[in-house]
Nanobody
Framework: VQLQASGGGLVQAGGSLRLSCAAS????????MGWYRQAPGKQRELVAA???????NYADSVQGRFTISIHNARNTVYLQMNSLKPEDTAVYYC?????????WGRGTLVTVSS
């Protein structure tokens, strides 16, 4: 499976973006999918996850602002990001939870200006 994230861009603080992660193959059987991010000089972190049973979990830093969803028929995972803050600036990736090394794609850059 290859995962391609898209939808990033430059947005002002308080704005919104919707990220998409398109899978080249079926993700229906994957137990959990997640969105990760890596800010400059920091380690990659998991910010949102969704299980095959549609149970979601979020990092404290994005709780209440980000929403993860999945469309199995389209093999796509989404991340709706609202009330963006400058500290949300990072490259965002999708992958399984836990991640597989060979599933990392290029990611999509989100830049939030103050």
């Amino acid at each position: 499976v290859q995962l391609q994230a898209s939808g990033g861009g430059l947005v002002q603080a308080g704005g919104s973006l919707r990220l998409s992660c398109a899978a080249s193959g079926s993700i229906f059987s994957i137990t959990a999918m997640g969105w990760y991010r890596q800010a400059p000089g920091k380690q990659r972190e998991l910010v949102a996850a969704i299980t095959s049973g549609l149970i979601t979990n979020y990092a404290d830093s994005v709780q209440g602002r980000f929403t993860i969803s999945i469309h199995n028929a389209r093999n796509t995972v989404y991340l709706q990001m609202n009330s963006l803050k400058p500290e949300d600036t990072a490259v965002y990736y999708c992958n399984r939870v836990p991640p597989r090394h060979d599933y990392w794609g290029r990611g999509t850059l989100v830049t939030v200006s103050s």
